[in-house]
């Protein structure tokens, strides 16, 4: 997927390439040898693009020796690495020779151990020093080019991502692009998108910390809890070209794009990917603030793919998130874009189809199986409670007590209904089926409630003072 090179990158590019370099002296001071610089003077001279196809397609061992090394024969990098302005050049030219031409990225895996040179340089100990920038650029671009799978790509990339994730978060959103911009090139194939999921706490948690702000929502504290409340802050562009929290459309997008080819892995990922970042209310919320048909492409396209791999686990959380009726409002606009159109009608009809069978008492579950509450309808429902409370407790053993158990033991500091919720829900099952009272008592849901008394939100205070005293009439009646 080829896409214009970040501002910063391509003006430190130029810059390198223009910057003279006394190439002879060079030699005779032994930092590269007659050979090498014969080569580089070749492709250097070679301004466009089809005449250093045809220099290094005619020579493509002597460039993997130039570049890699190989055959006792040290690299340039080898050999030249105590001089930064020559490293420099070297991966400008070495990125430029690869686009040019592609056939040397295969080429370069004759050596078994092409990034030997490579990776060491993509630490450095000051901010100002660019080559593990450049480093990370050629890099990206051998390994998109090359698509190559071997030990020693596998042993690498772990290292690149690691080194990507630092500039992703960066508070320099020209970084941030360059990082993102790197991770959707290499996210060309399953085993590069394995790893980076495997390393998602370096990978994806920034990126997800970038939506967060496009939405509005403060990183600090629960975004869950702010998403699901539905206090953000909205559109907050403060100028032209950025949304929520001063994210850039183009770094919007970027991020969206990289996320999008993950979900390509969904069946693997997409639950977890939810569970660990809420990623179907989210993108639910980004869909609604959404600027452009292009972002709302991919996120409508994201959202499918996740869903359409996981409809058991997932559809009941897009239905919570009110996904639906906001499908039903994009589908009044004047939208031009086919794909957009066709993911939208596909995610119409499969909502459609699960909410047709799907009861209240399902919807329940599903709530409190996302582990956060809100005040639905079942909530405050008589009805819904005496035609429910049983099948409630009965259901899968006990698992929903054991949830509510489970979502009542966090502090909710940023969102104290979820408790006074759960409060409530414990309440009518004790006022709906008194006799059943241990077993809530047994999942530590009595214990909780009396601690929640003290609390100092006041709604928290009555719920649970309001279950307590069910309970406690109860243990009365059956002592009289």
């Known amino acids: 997927m080829s896409l214009d090179p970040p501002t910063y990158l391509a003006s430190l590019q130029s810059n390198i390439r223009q910057r003279p370099i006394p190439w002879e002296g060079a030699v005779r001071a032994g930092t590269l040898t007659e050979d090498q610089y014969a080569k580089i003077r070749d492709v250097d001279k070679a301004k466009k693009s089809e005449q250093r196809k045809e220099i290094v397609e005619a020579d493509l061992d002597a460039y993997r020796l130039l570049f890699v090394g190989g055959n006792g024969k040290p690299s340039v990098l080898e050999t030249a690495a105590k001089q930064a302005n020559v490293v420099?050049?070297?991966?400008?030219?070495?990125?430029?020779?690869?686009?040019?031409?592609?056939?040397?990225?295969?080429?370069?895996?004759?050596?078994?151990?092409?990034?030997?040179?490579?990776?060491?340089?993509?630490?450095?100990?000051?901010?100002?020093?660019?080559?593990?920038?450049?480093?990370?650029?050629?890099?990206?671009?051998?390994m998109a080019l090359s698509r190559d799978e071997s030990t020693a790509t596998l042993r690498a990339l772990p290292v690149l991502f690691t080194y990507i994730s630092g500039l992703a978060k960066s508070t320099d959103a020209g970084l941030q692009d360059i990082a993102v911009q790197e991770y959707s090139t290499l996210l060309n194939g399953h085993a590069s998108r394995e790893q980076f999921w495997n390393q998602r706490s370096e990978t994806i948690a920034p990126l997800i910390k970038i939506l967060h702000s496009a939405a509005g929502v403060a990183n600090s504290g629960n975004a869950s809890a702010t998403l699901w409340s539905g206090n953000t802050n909205g559109r907050t562009a403060g100028v032209e070209g950025s949304v929520g929290g001063g994210v850039g459309l183009q770094l919007l997008y970027h991020v969206l794009l990289v996320l999008w080819q993950m979900s390509f892995e969904a069946e693997e990922i997409g639950d977890d990917l939810n569970s660990e970042y809420d990623i179907v209310l989210l993108y639910?919320?980004?869909?609604?603030?959404?600027?452009?048909?292009?972002?709302?492409?991919?996120?409508?396209?994201?959202?499918?793919?996740?869903?359409?791999?996981?409809?058991?686990?997932?559809?009941?959380?897009?239905?919570?998130?009110?996904?639906?009726?906001?499908?039903?409002?994009?589908?009044?606009?004047?939208?031009?874009?086919?794909?957009?159109?066709?993911?939208?009608?596909?995610?119409?009809?499969?909502?459609?189809e699960y909410t047709k069978t799907k009861t209240t008492f399902d919807e329940?579950?599903?709530?409190?199986?996302?582990?956060?509450?809100?005040?639905?309808?079942?909530?405050?429902?008589?009805?819904?409670?005496?035609?429910?409370?049983?099948?409630?407790?009965?259901?899968?053993?006990?698992?929903?007590?054991?949830?509510l158990a489970e979502i009542m033991k966090k502090p909710w500091d940023n969102d104290k209904q979820v408790l006074a919720i759960a409060c409530n829900d414990v309440g009518c099952l004790v006022k709906e089926v008194p006799e059943k009272r241990w077993q809530l008592e047994k999942a530590g849901l009595k214990t909780r409630i009396m601690e929640l008394m003290q609390s100092e939100d006041e709604n928290v205070r009555w719920e649970s003072l309001r279950a307590l005293g069910g309970w406690l009439k109860y243990s009365f009646e059956q002592s009289a």
């Open 364 to 403: 329940y579950v599903a709530e409190v199986q996302t582990g956060h509450l809100r005040w639905s309808p079942p909530h405050r429902s008589q009805v819904f409670w005496a035609e429910n409370a049983r099948k409630i407790l009965d259901h899968h053993n006990g698992e929903i007590p054991r949830q």
């Open 88 to 142: 420099q050049y070297i991966l400008v030219l070495l990125a430029d020779v690869l686009d040019a031409v592609p056939s040397l990225a295969k080429a370069l895996f004759k050596n078994p151990e092409p990034y030997t040179h490579f990776l060491p340089l993509l630490h450095s100990n000051t901010t100002e020093d660019h080559i593990p920038l450049l480093t990370s650029h050629a890099l990206t671009t051998l």
């Open 284 to 352: 639910t919320h980004l869909l609604r603030l959404s600027p452009k048909e292009k972002t709302s492409r991919l996120i409508l396209s994201t959202l499918y793919n996740l869903l359409v791999k996981n409809q058991t686990s997932l559809l009941p959380t897009a239905v919570l998130a009110r996904l639906p009726s906001l499908l039903e409002t994009l589908g009044g606009r004047h939208l031009t874009d086919v794909d957009l159109l066709e993911d939208l009608q596909n995610l119409k009809d499969m909502l459609e």
